[in-house]
Antibody
C-alpha cells in the first residue's frame, strides 16, 4: 500500500526558509518511473503545483516559484524534501506531497497534507 | 502561462446528473484528470487520461473532452459526492483549475 506523509513546521516567519519532508511508504524513489510531487493549497483556494522529482533525479519546478524552490530526495530514508526560500504570508497553505502515476502527469495518491502558516 | 477555468460552483439535485466543466486553450489536445476533495481531506483522483477511472471510483463518474473543454459528469449524483472538484492538465508544466464546489440539493 502506497502512502505519503508530510512533516515540517506549522509556523514560519516571513523571510525564513521552509523545509518540508515527505516520507514515502510502499514504494521507492529508486524504482524506474517513480515520481513525487509537491502541491499546495491556500485556505479556500485552488491547488497549485510546486515541484516534482523523478527516480533518476530529474527535477521540475513551477515557473512562477522556481527561484525559491529546491526539491531533493534521500533514497536511504525514502524521503523527498522541499525547501522554499523567502517565505511570505501569501505562502500560508496546506502543502501536500503526492505520488505521480507512472508514465503520466497525474497524482494518484496524496499525503494528508501539512498546514503551514507564515506570520511574524 | 497556461490557465484552466472552472465554474466556482455547480448545484445538482439528488439522483440527477452533474456536469462540471474545465476550459483551456486546446484542452482537447491534452490529457485531463479530475480530483475530488471533501472538506478537510486530501484530493482523491477520480478521472485520469480524460475518461479513465482509478480502481475503487464508482462508475457514475465519467469524463470527456471536446475542443477547449473537459467535462466531469456524475450520473445519479449522491449526497456523498458533494465536494470540491479540481481539473488538472499538463502544458509544459502541471496546471490546476480553480476548483468547483458541487452542492447536492
Amino acid at each position: 500500500q502506497i502512502t505519503l506523509k508530510e512533516s515540517g513546521p506549522t509556523l514560519v516567519k516571513p523571510t525564513q526558509t521552509l523545509t518540508l519532508t515527505c516520507t514515502l511508504s510502499g514504494f521507492s524513489l529508486t524504482t524506474t518511473g517513480v515520481g513525487v510531487g509537491w502541491i499546495r493549497q491556500p485556505p479556500g483556494k485552488a491547488l497549485e503545483w510546486l515541484a516534482l522529482i523523478y527516480w533518476d533525479d530529474d527535477k521540475r519546478y513551477s515557473p512562477s516559484l522556481k527561484s525559491r524552490l529546491t526539491i531533493t530526495k534521500d533514497t536511504s530514508k525514502n524521503q523527498v524534501v522541499l525547501t522554499m526560500a523567502n517565505m511570505d504570508p501569501v505562502d500560508t497553505a496546506t502543502y501536500y506531497c503526492a505520488h505521480r502515476q507512472t508514465g503520466t502527469f497525474v497524482f494518484d495518491i496524496w499525503g494528508q497534507g501539512t498546514m503551514v502558516t507564515v506570520s511574524s | 502561462s497556461y490557465e484552466l477555468t472552472q465554474p466556482p460552483s455547480v448545484s445538482v439535485s439528488l439522483g440527477q446528473t452533474a456536469s462540471i466543466t474545465c476550459s483551456g486553450d486546446k484542452l482537447g489536445d491534452k490529457y485531463v484528470c479530475w480530483y475530488q476533495q471533501k472538506p478537510g481531506q486530501s484530493p482523491v483522483l477520480v478521472i485520469y487520461q480524460d475518461n479513465k477511472r482509478p480502481s475503487g471510483i464508482p462508475e457514475r463518474f465519467s469524463g470527456s473532452t471536446s475542443g477547449n473543454t473537459a467535462t466531469l459528469t456524475i450520473s445519479g449524483t449522491q449526497a456523498m459526492d458533494e465536494a470540491d472538484y479540481h481539473c488538472q492538465a499538463w502544458d509544459s508544466t502541471t496546471v490546476f483549475g480553480g476548483g468547483t464546489k458541487l452542492t447536492v440539493l
